[in-house]
């Protein structure tokens, strides 16, 4: 079964990055993009980008355009995103999704609180 | 961008009873080409991530109960669950995936009246 697990949760102060990475599994990685998607607490969700795990091309929301970097490791079927310049309105749970023509798989949810 | 707004923020519903929630787009999310709108729905529990229920605005993901359908077209959108049961009270999030950034809409409680 089609199957994303997510790293563990994070801390970080102000100004540092965070790197959150989703594993895949039951399925070929390269043939699907991974999404990106955040929700802080009691917010809705908000879509930062995507990622081809097979070109490694990306496309990241305006919003995060210059902080945010999606790459894959392919023989571990791994994705991973970072966000640098971290503020404490960064506070979210992010999410990774297999894409298609929807978000049908998502990953478990990572929590990065960003405080001093 | 493609600015998607749901109505209502949220909706208090009996046990048994319709639930409606709908979606506007800002522009048109009908792909031409196949004739099929890039719009899905979404539903959400506290502490999970969101739960695929419809795509393609009318076709139910496998598994989802058929008291769940979607429909509409080109820019307005509708989500119905016939007999609310007690597993759907959450939240639901329409999303548009005909360009990026694929946003999302603002969300649409629903809760036990």
């Known amino acids: 079964q089609v199957q994303l697990v997510q790293s563990g949760a994070e801390v970080k102060k102000p100004g540092a990055s965070v790197k959150v990475s989703c594993k895949a599994s039951?399925?070929?990685?390269?043939?699907?993009?991974i999404n990106w998607v955040r929700q802080a607490t009691g917010q809705g969700l908000e879509w930062m980008g995507w990622m081809n795990p097979n070109s490694g091309n990306t496309g990241y929301a305006q919003k995060f355009q210059g902080r945010v970097t999606m790459t894959r490791n392919t023989s571990i079927s791994t994705a991973y995103m970072e966000l640098s310049s971290l503020r404490s309105e960064d506070t979210a749970v992010y999410y990774c999704a297999r894409a298609s023509v929807n978000l049908g798989y998502w990953g478990q949810g990572t929590l990065v609180t960003v405080s001093s | 961008d493609i600015v998607m707004t749901q109505s209502p923020d949220s909706l208090a519903v009996s046990l048994g009873e319709r639930a409606t929630i709908n979606c506007k787009s800002s522009q048109s999310v009908l792909y031409s080409s196949n004739n099929k709108n890039y719009l899905a729905w979404y539903q959400q529990k506290p502490g999970q991530p969101p739960k695929l229920l419809i795509y393609w605005a009318s076709t139910r993901e496998s598994g989802v109960p058929d008291r769940f359908s979607g429909s509409g077209s080109g820019t307005d959108f509708t989500l119905t669950i016939s007999s609310l049961q007690p597993e759907d009270f959450a939240t639901y999030y329409c999303q548009q995936s005909y360009s990026t950034p694929r946003t999302f809409g603002q969300g649409t409680k629903v809760e036990i009246k």
């Open positions: 039951g399925y070929t990685f390269t043939s699907y993009d």
